[in-house]
T-cell receptor, first 114, second 115 residues
Framework: AQTVTQSQPEMSVQEAETVTLSCTYD???????LFWYKQPPSRQMILVIR????KQQNATENRFSVNFQKAAKSFSLKISDSQLGDAAMYFC???????????WGLGTSLAVNP | EPEVTQTPSHQVTQMGQEVILRCVPI?????FYWYRQILGQKVEFLVS????????KSEIFDDQFSVERPDGSNFTLKIRSTKLEDSAMYFC?????????????FGPGTRLTVL
């Protein structure tokens, strides 16, 4: 079975500071992708960052970067220089093998304090 | 920028009624998906659709559910006889190719409330 676990239901960060959101996953597949999605109050899911399992280099997208620890099956998201607009639910998701679906974590609600 | 659209944004229905949720995927995309999110719970996969047929479905997607791409642009999810537990946010998504390598783009969702 494939699972995604986000153990932090809520996090908060001061504006301009850095925050790290945790995610662990489990899959027996060797070919998989990991994602972080952001869901602001408007509810639309927005892709933040993607990591291919075969790539050793951690993905980065501007202020967003991941720490992908394949052996530990860990995939954390680091947000640097946090902005008020970063406040949202963040979901970690796994896409593995030929399974034509995303497996989602429960999400982490991030508050950004001015 | 192309986007996935969904209508209606909010649907209220009585238990036992049929509802149809509509989605217009991005025009050159080939793979289509429905997910749902019950308030406070995980996003759950319902079904994926490719080449005019279901390619994968979850255990949630029972005989009460069906999907259709009636006219080459719309992608619909029908719930034949709604139950209280069907109340959720329903998201449509599409991708140009197999998801994973290809990004899934999500619509804004339809909030379904079953009374």
């Amino acid at each position: 079975a494939q699972t995604v676990t986000q153990s932090q239901p809520e996090m908060s960060v001061q504006e301009a500071e850095t925050v790290t959101l945790s995610c662990t996953y489990d899959t027996s597949e060797s070919d998989y992708y990991l994602f972080w999605y952001k869901q602001p109050p408007s509810r639309q899911m927005i892709l933040v960052i993607r990591q291919e399992a075969y790539k050793q280099q951690n993905a980065t997208e501007n202020r967003f970067s991941v720490n992908f620890q394949k052996a530990a099956k860990s995939f954390s998201l680091k947000i640097s220089d946090s902005q008020l607009g970063d406040a949202a639910m963040y979901f970690c998701a796994l896409y593995a093998g030929n399974n034509r679906k995303l497996i989602w974590g429960l999400g982490t609600s991030l508050a950004v304090n001015p | 920028e192309p986007e996935v659209t969904q209508t209606p944004s909010h649907q209220v229905t009585q238990m036992g009624q049929e509802v149809i949720l509509r989605c217009v995927p991005i025009s050159n995309h080939l793979y289509f998906y429905w997910y749902r999110q019950i308030l406070g719970q995980k996003v759950e996969f319902l079904v994926s659709f490719y080449n005019n047929e279901i390619s994968e479905k979850s255990e949630i997607f029972d005989d009460q559910f069906s999907v259709e791409r009636p006219d080459g642009s719309n992608f619909t999810l029908k719930i034949r006889s709604t139950k209280l537990e069907d109340s959720a946010m329903y998201f449509c998504a599409s991708s140009a190719g197999l998801a994973g390598y290809n990004e899934q783009f999500f619509g804004p969702g339809t909030r379904l409330t079953v009374l």
